[in-house]
């Protein structure tokens, strides 16, 4: 079971910037897709951004697109979201996951089903 450690959240003004980090540990990061989720008090946990195991291609919420960039260094074993033009609404508990197998449809990477390793999140907190 891969062990995945998150970073990197905070408080910041509405409009900042913040990096997440997702630690992964194993030899068997590289070899699936990872994803961002968050979820918001009283709310279900909801997809934010994904990226396939080479980092070729990556996928977002409407929420977050235009604003948030999903990467990956398989060398580092670490993924990241990097989160522009924050808003209040953007304000929750972000977890990184890792598929538990290839994905091979799009509307995979966008499914909570298909993520099994999870962290145990970082708390983004955006002030207006």
């Known amino acids: 079971q891969v062990q995945l450690v998150e970073s990197g959240g905070g408080l910041v003004q509405a409009g900042g910037s913040l990096r997440l980090s997702c630690a992964a540990s194993?030899?068997?990061?590289?070899?699936?897709?990872m994803a961002w989720f968050r979820q918001a008090p009283g709310k279900e946990r909801e997809f934010v951004a994904a990226i396939t195991s080479s980092g070729g291609s990556t996928y977002y919420a409407a929420s977050g697109k235009g604003r948030f960039t999903i990467s990956r260094d398989n060398a580092k074993n670490t993924a990241y979201l990097q989160m522009n033009s924050l808003k209040p609404e953007d304000t929750a508990v972000y977890y990184c996951?890792?598929?538990?197998?290839?994905?091979?449809?799009?509307?995979?990477?966008?499914?909570?089903?298909?993520?099994?390793?999870w962290g145990q999140g970082t708390q983004v907190t955006v002030s207006s």
């Open positions: 996951a890792k598929a538990y197998r290839k994905l091979y449809y799009t509307s995979s990477y966008y499914s909570r089903a298909e993520y099994d390793s």
């Open positions: 194993g030899r068997t990061f590289s070899s699936n897709a």
